[in-house]
């Protein structure tokens, strides 16, 4: 719950944010009688972020078990890489974001309202997406039901709720800290995706040492137990843990998260004019 949690809060305020700057931009022009333009590219988004995600379920479940096992540890590796991109991307990008969206904002209505939709959609289809990604290969990590599903709604209806009340200025928050601490949230969740696409990897045979555990405790917890849960949901470890995940996770997590502290933070509040 935790892990999916974390994700769905940063990637969805991320979201929310981009939206808020585009209905304010319109707002403030006087532009309002284009806000429905604006939430019909935003709602398509959605629904291709949703149908993003319902499409690798039914890939993963249709495939035989090695063809799941190459495209779990893809997926896995693919997401993580993405992720990793977009915490680095919006450190840089996030001073000047806002006036960056409003050009684009600006260009489009020079074309019409189809061509804000578009704007709008591919502002947020951008994070809907790469959230779509992300949330699979966490739910093969965590599991897909129960917990982590509680965990992923909760995360969105808070983001959607702090959005809105940076909006309106009902909720002031340091977007600079809220941005670092889930950063490196993320990063921690990320490099436990890493780990799990690892294992499948070398349950396929691409890499080796499936065999080579740096532990093996599924005599002593079940992987469905809360303390495995717990372990598996926070910091990536399950109950059984290879040499080669349990390096590959140390290195990219140090590598990671020392390189992002150590890069300038430029996050601010993006809404405000």
Known sequence: MLSTAIIALREGLEASLIVGILVA????????????????GVFLAITAS?????????????????????????????????VTWMVFWMQRAARGLRDELHGKAENAL???????AI???????REGLETSLFLYTNFKTVG???APTIGLILGLAVSVLLGYGIYNRSVKINLGKFFTYSGVALIVVA???LAHGILELQKFGF???????AWELTSTFSED???ASLISGTIGFGVSMTWLQLAIWALYLGVTVRGYLAAPKKVKTLLHA
């Open 144 to 146: 897909p039901f129960g």
């Open 25 to 40: 931009y319109l707002v403030k022009t006087e532009r309002r009688h284009l806000l429905r333009a604006l939430w019909s």
């Open 50 to 82: 949703l149908a993003f995600g319902a499409f690798l379920s039914y890939t993963s479940a249709e495939l035989t078990t090695q063809g799941e096992e190459l495209f779990a540890g893809v997926t896995a590796l693919t997401a993580v890489g993405l």
């Open 191 to 193: 490099a436990g995706v």
């Open 207 to 213: 890499l080796p040492g499936a065999h080579a555990f």
């Open 110 to 116: 020079l074309a019409g309202p189809i061509a804000l």
């Open 119 to 125: 704007a709008s959609f591919a502002a947020v289809s």
């Open 225 to 227: 137990s809360l303390i």
